[in-house]
């Protein structure tokens, strides 16, 4: 483009515009029309400056269509409205050859250059433009931060052109110990062990990028600074501004439910949480979770998380849980589970487990509807998780999801069928799938839209009572009893928004509408609906939450007499 061009642009935009004028556009060339058919431009503005831009924006287009020459000639006003624009498109230019240079083979192969992608074929600005940044990317996550490439040797004949690659790696440079700044407590070498960056490793540009979104999601750390990396005598020493952050819970909730319909007394449930945060300033968890939800009817839940196991990418959980029904069943479950590392954020899990059931008053061996037996469940599975929430407690942006699936051979043991036609097998293939998968949008400053979507599968050709799932309550589905429903397989959508009045409190409106089907009574299908409000404020003694709830089915009507009551206070210290 020629400099006239670049004088009229800059006088161009200090020359006032008639308020509430449209300005036309019009680009004229000898060969325009067999040329560059397929290259669309606007026509009309509503400013001169915004034509001139439109001029330069279509020269860029013609460059990386392969017309190197491509330039406008000149530009001017026609009346009070309009621009007309001469412009040169030229020849279109092929690849006459890209020669590597001297490119490591390496860095070739992994930017997936090959010699006959650029030869004799059509010149690309944006293919060259990829494939040098692929290679300087290559260069910045293997210990050379500083590498350069350009082309050498340039030649433009006629409608063809050459070059060479020229590139320049750089001193090489390892990684330092990081470095904290701030009153964080936790080791230095697990940190290094999580973040993936080890004191000689080479430097990369990939794991310094994402230092702050993996600290931003380890609860018991706050991060006060977007970290920083200084460079000295070929090492990097990444810089990490942490404080404490309180994590640790105690939490509790008593709920208000209506009793059974025969005495009409009110049902006072309740919860209680422990979790510990980074025992040993090592990040190990210990969680323990108590819930009454019936009269008769309790669970517990425990879990203890050892990450990265031998300073390596590979985190280790185990967990005992207890559930007694009423006077049902009692399930002991216990899970091993194996977490892998394979990006920031993402984890490929593998586990296995051992479920057993014990049939509890005089429903065993009895092949009705709600029927319960003995059995023990051998299973293993595969799962997978990802979390890019901005924050772990109060997010506003960004994705949780969280997939298992398992398969086993289940065993009824203590079984007498009454007949023959009545009895079900004693030995057979279990299966079960569960997804949670969370999205936070944000509206504006203070607010958040969650979309939320759990789910689960279980299958079996000797499926009973506590096989399968419970829903209905806080953490599943409002406005109904805390376990109300069973399910052989189910789905509920959440939709939630969050107003934030600070950083740690909001008030909050809810929607979630449910499926489920239950095998066991007759393929028994229900659409229960939920809504309500709440809201969540921090105090000196903990985070207060309150919440609302309505809920409609086919067994239960929108009554104001049956809505749900939530209350606790979650201490964190």
């Known amino acids: 483009m020629n400099k006239l061009f670049y004088i009229f642009l800059f006088l161009i935009t200090f020359l006032p515009d008639a308020a509430g004028q449209n300005w036309n556009l019009f680009l004229q ?6 040329k560059v058919k397929g290259l669309h431009y606007e026509t009309s503005f ?13 020269i860029v287009k013609l460059h990386e269509a392969s017309y190197l020459e491509a330039a406008a000639d000149s530009v001017l006003f026609k009346g009070k409205d309009s621009v007309l624009a001469y412009i040169h498109v030229g020849p279109k230019h092929h690849w006459s050859r890209l020669q590597s240079g001297n490119v490591p083979d390496e860095y070739l192969y992994k930017s997936g250059y090959k010699q006959k992608f650029y030869s004799q074929t059509r010149f690309s600005y944006r293919e060259l433009a990829g494939l040098e940044n692929s290679i300087i990317k290559y260069s910045e996550n293997n210990g050379y931060p500083f590498a350069v490439i350009g082309l050498d040797s340039i030649k433009i004949t006629e409608s063809y052109f050459q070059a060479i690659l020229n590139y320049q790696s750089g001193p090489l440079i390892q990684f330092d110990t990081i470095a904290i700044v701030g009153n964080a407590k936790v080791k230095r070498k697990y940190l290094e062990s999580y973040l993936g960056i080890r004191p000689g490793a080479l430097y990369n540009q990939q794991k310094v990028v994402s230092l702050e979104r993996q600290l931003k999601q380890i609860q018991y750390l706050k991060v006060v600074k977007s970290p920083e990396v200084f460079f000295s005598m070929g090492k990097a020493q990444p810089v990490l501004f942490l404080t404490n952050r309180k994590c640790n819970q105690l939490d509790g909730y008593i709920g208000f439910q209506p009793g059974s319909k025969s005495n009409g007394k009110l049902l006072i449930t309740g919860e209680f949480n422990m979790n510990l945060k980074n025992l040993l300033q ?15 009817s309790q669970l517990l839940n425990t879990s203890y998380l050892h990450p990265r196991l031998f300073r390596s990418n590979i985190d280790v959980k185990l967990n005992f849980n207890l559930l007694k029904q009423d006077t049902s069943f009692l399930i002991l479950d216990r899970r091993a589970s194996i977490f892998y590392t394979v990006s920031p954020g993402s984890q490929i899990k593998f586990f296995a487990g051992l479920k057993s059931n014990a049939s509890l008053g005089t429903t065993a061996n009895m092949n009705i509807e709600g029927n319960n037996q003995d059995f023990k469940f051998v299973n293993y599975g595969l799962g997978y998780v990802f979390n890019s929430l901005d924050d772990v407690f109060y997010p506003m942006t960004g994705w949780n999801l969280s997939i298992d699936i398992a398969t086993g051979n289940k065993r009824i043991v203590n079984y007498t069928p009454i007949s023959t036609e009545t009895s079900i097998p004693l030995n057979s293939i279990q299966w079960n799938a569960d997804m949670t998968l969370m999205k936070f949008f944000r509206i504006g ?17 000797n499926l009973v009572l506590s096989d399968l799932y419970r829903i209905g309550g806080l953490k599943t589905l409002r406005g109904f009893n805390e376990n109300n429903y069973y399910a052989s397989n189910y789905a509920i959508y959440t939709l939630e928004y969050r107003y934030f009045t600070d950083e740690s409190s909001y008030v909050l409106l809810f929607l979630n509408q449910a499926y489920f089907d239950n095998q066991l009574n007759n393929n028994y299908t229900d659409w229960p609906l939920g809504f309500g409000t709440g809201i969540s404020f921090t105090t000196k003694a903990g985070v207060f939450q309150f919440i609302y709830a309505l809920g409609q089915a086919k067994d239960q009507q929108i009554n104001l007499n049956l809505s749900k009551i939530h209350f606790g206070l979650v201490s964190r210290f």
């Open 46 to 58: 509503k400013d001169s400056l915004s034509a001139i831009r439109e001029i330069s924006y279509y």
């Open 29 to 34: 060339n000898d060969d325009f029309d067999e």
């Open 282 to 296: 090592t990040g190990k968890e210990l969680s323990i979770q108590w819930k009454r939800f019936d009269i008769q």
């Open 445 to 461: 400053k203070k607010a958040t839209l969650l979309n939320q979507l759990q789910g689960g599968v279980v299958n079996s050709q």
